[in-house]
């Protein structure tokens, strides 16, 4: 009987070690996009320490898990491997998303439990978009017990705060300039580009096409550029200076044919390497160009210079503004995770690594910008640094929904769907259904 006994202890003894063994996870840092592990899910408005102990009491590096966009593939990596080499109780798995597929796939992870720590987060619209789910974790208590100042940031710190919570530290910053073939505009014995209206861009644009080449190239993934750039949102009663763009775009696409048009810019269509075969004197695109062009391996020279604005406006006034790194609110490890993207994005080593991939970092580090000066030879890398730039979006929790909105009213009629008048009007129609919610 004791023989029996014995052995029925063992057993038992084998079963929990098993089970135990098969609770802890051993995940990859691949993209693993599949992972619906159930967690607790914490309100976006909490701000909580780990749940778990992230000082690795125990011997063993904690491991957390970041998710990246596939654009800043180089960038991440060179992080997490310099995070992980200089920590010893904190070990940093990277996955990478394709740039693309990201904001949709990151929404359906978190809101299925994925075993997510850390993430980047492409925007102050979709931070707070994500926060009003309770899919963020406050870090103010975080903030405060490192005793960072995220004022350094400027206005784009500001951009991911909510309600009086931070939800994310800034990475890298941008802007909008316009860009410009050197080497047809030398051909063509035409002065450079610099400091011009939209009227004189778009009367330069049109006297320059041909049969051949296109006098410029504007995508549409932001239809208010020019708009935003004078300070006007989408959430300002009249929009008058959004109207006024919208006619240049209508001008640029329809009527001169002087860019490709929405349906020619359909598809696989890819802005930087539309410009990099030759085909357009100028490109409207942001200051990521200085980072992405180089790839494309155009054959000529190219340059940077202020974005277009309208008379009444600043020369070099623009609009950007930054990512940033939030930690989920399930993670079981947040002090981990906070402790990376504050390596990340609040120290002289993270923001030179953004700086050695010819990015800005929002942090403002004068060793990185010296690099990023070196790094960075284009000719008009400097009006990035002299650049006025205003937020690219509006502060309201649902600024995303209404620029989709605005986006889709608008790009219809650009394809001969209705006029312009209708296109507003439905849109503020949208508006007042969206802010009734």
Not at 72 to 91: C, F, G, P, T, W
Request: charge should be negative; hydrophobic fraction near 40%; proline fraction near 2%.
């Amino acid at each position: 009987m004791k023989t029996k006994k014995f052995i029925s202890i063992l057993i038992a003894m084998v079963l929990a070690f098993s089970l135990a063994a098969c609770g802890k996870s051993t995940k990859t840092n691949e993209e693993d996009t599949k992972d619906t592990s159930a967690q607790t899910k914490a309100t976006g408005g909490s701000t909580k320490a780990g749940t778990e102990d992230d000082t690795a009491s125990s011997g063993e590096a904690v491991e957390i898990n970041f998710y990246e966009h596939s654009d800043s593939e180089v960038i991440a990596r060179a992080l997490v491997d310099a995070y992980n080499a200089q920590s010893a109780n904190v070990k940093v798995n990277l996955s990478i998303i394709a740039n693309d597929d990201y904001d949709d796939k990151i929404k359906v992870m978190l809101s299925g439990g994925a075993d997510i720590d850390c993430f980047w987060v492409r925007g102050g619209a979709q931070t707070r978009q994500l926060a009003d789910t309770g899919a963020l974790l406050s870090l103010n208590d975080l903030i405060a017990a490192s005793n960072l100042d995220i004022s350094v940031y400027g206005d784009m710190g500001q951009a991911f705060v909510d309600n009086g919570n931070t939800y994310g530290l800034c990475t890298s910053k941008s802007c909008w300039l316009l860009w410009y073939n050197k080497d047809l505009f030398d051909a063509a014995g035409m002065d450079y580009p610099v400091n011009l209206t939209w009227e004189e861009y778009s009367a330069l644009t049109m006297s320059l096409t041909t049969d051949e080449l296109w006098g410029g190239v504007c995508p549409n993934w932001t239809m208010n550029l020019g708009a935003t750039a004078a300070g006007e949102y989408l959430t300002d009663e009249n929009l008058t200076r959004t109207m006024d763009y919208a006619k240049y775009l209508e001008r640029w696409y329809i009527t001169d044919k002087s860019h490709p048009s929405i349906e020619e810019m359909s598809g696989s269509f890819d802005l930087n390497s539309f410009f990099a075969e030759g085909k357009t004197y100028m490109m409207i695109n942001g200051d990521w160009t200085f980072l992405l062009f180089p790839d494309a391996d155009p054959q000529f020279t190219w340059c940077a210079a202020p974005l277009p604005v309208f008379d009444d406006t600043e020369a070099e006034s623009t609009v950007g503004g930054s990512s940033c790194f939030s930690v989920a609110a399930d993670s079981q490890h947040s002090e981990a995770a906070f402790d990376f993207i504050k390596f990340c994005t609040y120290s002289d080593e993270g923001a030179s690594i953004y700086a050695e991939n010819s990015s800005v970092p929002a942090y403002p580090s004068e060793a990185a910008l010296a690099i990023y000066q070196q790094k960075v030879t284009v000719p008009g890398a400097e009006y990035i640094f002299s650049a006025k730039v205003g937020l690219e979006q509006g502060m309201e929790s649902n600024y995303e929904e209404l620029n989709v909105a605005f986006k889709e009213e608008l790009n219809d009629s650009l394809v001969g769907n209705g006029t312009l008048e209708e296109a507003f009007n439905n849109y503020k129609q949208r508006r007042d259904e969206i802010n009734a919610k």
